[in-house]
């Protein structure tokens, strides 16, 4: 962990497309930390700079300035090889459309960031890929390929290969966002238990207040700043809190419901 106790830690980080008078500001000076074992949900406007926040966090893209360090090591000044190793190590990722590959079996999918980090076959390998399936109740399923998986057990699957590493910070871009409620609730469950349960430091970012409940505490985001923030609170009056919150950003979002 950091010398500041933070699992990772973004400090006047800027993000910047294009020059000149073209230019548009993504990030404009971001001061982040996530505490080990926290669950953060990030909220904005489209066009606020949410998903660039989580590219830079997780190393998939470079800020223009200021820094990210994971664990304490800065990301910046590592050379392509060495961050991508550090990816596959130590930051799990969840996307809304769940990048399972169509041809690998479920427990192939949950196996290949130890195989990218060099793993070999094997029993132990396997043993592994059991135990996260497990985890997330699929282990039933782990000959099926996605296609044979329902959009929640897909989704399962991919949250499954995102903690099979054990890393310091899981990142998830909108994990929900094509789920139906009730599936989502259980994926959030799996997530909300990855931070209580194994120590996970989860990023995640959301348009929806409901999901974002789920979270220990909410950024906002605006025009590439957090502008506002919430250490969210517990009970139904999390979800209408939240919801407020968006509506004064002018993001508006689908009336808030009872989590």
């Given at each position: 962990m950091g010398a500041d106790g933070a699992a990772l830690t973004m400090t006047r980080v800027t993000r910047q497309h294009g020059r000149g008078a073209?230019?548009?500001?993504?990030?404009?000076?971001?001061?982040?930390?996530?505490?080990?074992?926290?669950?953060?949900?990030?909220?904005?406007?489209?066009?606020?700079?949410?998903?660039?926040?989580?590219?830079?966090?997780a190393g998939l893209d470079r800020p223009t300035s200021g820094s990210v360090a994971l664990d304490g090591r800065e990301l910046a000044r590592m050379g392509e090889r060495r961050l991508t190793r550090l990816r596959r190590t130590r930051v799990g990722f969840v996307f809304q459309s769940f990048n399972l590959l169509p041809t690998l079996t479920a427990e192939q999918n949950v196996m290949l960031p130890l195989r990218l980090a060099g793993a070999r076959r094997g029993r132990e390998l396997r043993a592994r890929a059991h135990a996260a399936l497990d985890r997330v109740g699929l282990a039933d399923r782990a000959a099926s390929r996605p296609s044979q998986l329902s959009g929640g057990q897909q989704q399962r699957v991919a949250?499954?290969?995102?903690?099979?590493?054990?890393?310091?910070?899981?990142?998830?871009d909108e994990p929900t966002g094509a789920l139906d409620p009730a599936t989502a609730a259980g994926v959030l469950a799996l997530l909300?238990?990855?931070?209580?349960?194994?120590?996970a430091t989860l990023l995640m970012v959301t348009h929806d207040p409901v999901a974002a409940a789920w979270a220990d505490r909410v950024l906002f985001?605006?025009?590439?700043?957090?502008?506002?923030?919430l250490t969210v609170p517990h009970g139904a009056d999390a979800v209408e809190e939240i919801a407020g919150r968006m509506r004064r950003l002018g993001g508006a979002t689908a009336p808030a419901v009872a989590a």
């Open positions: 073209s230019a548009v500001h993504a990030l404009r000076g971001i001061d982040v930390a996530l505490r080990r074992g926290t669950f953060t949900a990030v909220m904005g406007p489209s066009g606020s700079g949410k998903s660039t926040l989580l590219q830079c966090a949250l499954a290969r995102a903690l099979i590493t054990e890393p310091e910070v899981v990142c998830a909300r238990g990855a931070v209580t349960e194994l120590g985001l605006e025009d590439g700043l957090v502008t506002d923030e």
